[in-house]
């Protein structure tokens, strides 16, 4: 470290030019003042009266508190200990002056020492809660980051094997068709050719429908293009036609568009519980519930399926294997929203979010 740098450590350290630093200064000063007449029988017989207290509790000096108190809160330890060291010089001072027994004077000072540890835990805590808090942000940032990072891969990759696998494949398909009708067409026989053909042909388009499946999933373009509540009735609809689940919609209130973020969160938090439906639930009904209100969302996703003994916390959820409604939590904490599963064994399972919107404008 240069010496400038260590001679503004310094500067900064013992000149503090704001308004707190004067306020303190002037308590001091007053009661330094104050004190150099203690026990302040002239004063006024308030002042008496706290004089033979402090005398009586060996606590001479206890205005102090009121320096040392407001000390710490705006300069923590810097200035409980600064505070502290003026308070000992003018009381020990006065104390010897008064020519007291050397055991009141130890005592008197021992009761300082109470305050001291009180603040020095209430600082240490008020540190701790801090940094906790800093590092709730910090981890919430990061998964904010994580999760639109990873929808901007999911993105990429749909819109990849869409404009390029895909079509290439569709090419093959078409060429193989090609073949086939060639092998019509020719005069002699080929069946053998005819079926490898045929055979290719029908492998390219099967693996052409996966891969539409595939980029489907990964970024749906209705989310992209018609918003969250198609997005969202396009889930239900194909719920019902490949699994046979009966879905019911229900939409109410103002519709209106949300932040991308928040509707991509909602969108893959109703995606994920429609999907538990699907795997594990064994329901042949489930209601999704849209609530467009002032200032909020509400959505609601709920089954008649077997339900299942539901754990509180979210890394005990985890440590049971349901990540997915690890996830759900998860997404729902990244956007603000308030999120309750409910679930018992028989009874099916709901799961709602509450997230916060702006006003319909």
């Known amino acids: 470290m240069s010496r400038t740098a260590a001679r503004n450590r310094v500067r900064n350290f013992l000149l503090i030019p704001d308004v707190y630093f004067w306020i303190i200064l002037v308590l001091i000063v007053s009661l330094i003042v ?37 000390a710490s809160i705006v300069y923590g330890w810097r200035g409980m200990i600064t505070t502290w060291l003026i308070h000992l010089v003018t009381v020990m001072t006065r104390l010897t002056n ?34 906790v808090r800093q590092s709730e942000i910090e981890r919430r940032h990061y998964i904010s980051q994580l999760l639109k990072a990873q929808e901007d891969e999911r993105r990429r990759i749909a819109r990849d094997l869409h404009d390029d696998a895909i079509q290439r494949l569709l090419v093959a398909a078409n060429s193989a068709q090609s073949l ?11 069946p053998y050719f005819k079926e490898r053909a045929e055979s290719f042909r029908d492998e390219v388009v099967g693996v052409c429908q996966d891969l539409r499946e595939l980029s489907v999933n990964l970024r749906p373009h209705v989310l992209d293009t018609m918003g ?30 949300l932040a991308p973020d ?39 996703v709920q089954d008649n399926g077997c339900g299942f003994p539901l754990r509180e916390t979210l890394s005990a959820i985890a440590n049971d294997g349901k990540l997915g409604l690890a996830g759900i939590r998860e997404r729902a904490e990244f956007i603000n929203a308030a999120c309750e599963i409910q679930s018992q064994p028989g009874n099916g399972t709901r799961i709602s979010i509450k997230a916060p919107t702006p006003p319909p404008k």
């Open 34 to 70: 104050f004190y150099s007449d203690w026990p302040w029988l002239r004063w006024s017989p308030l002042l008496d009266w706290l004089a033979r207290l402090e005398f009586r509790q060996k606590a001479i000096g206890s205005l102090f508190l009121v320096p040392f108190v407001y």
């Open 262 to 300: 928040t509707e991509t969160a909602i969108f893959r938090i109703v995606q994920e519980a429609l999907s538990n439906v699907r795997r594990h639930s064994g329901a042949t009904d489930v209601a999704v519930t849209l609530r467009f209100a002032p200032g909020h969302l509400y959505v609601a």
């Open 180 to 190: 086939v009708s060639q092998a019509d067409n020719s005069d002699t026989n080929t």
């Open 98 to 131: 008064l020519e007291l027994p050397l055991s009141y004077v130890l005592q008197n000072a021992f009761f300082w020492l109470i305050p001291i540890a009180v603040v020095a835990v209430v600082i240490y805590e008020t540190k701790w809660h801090r940094s």
């Open 228 to 257: 969250l509540v198609s997005a969202i009735m396009w889930l239900a609809n194909r719920l019902e036609q490949q699994d046979g689940i009966r879905a019911n919609i229900e939409v109410a209130g103002e519709l209106r568009t």
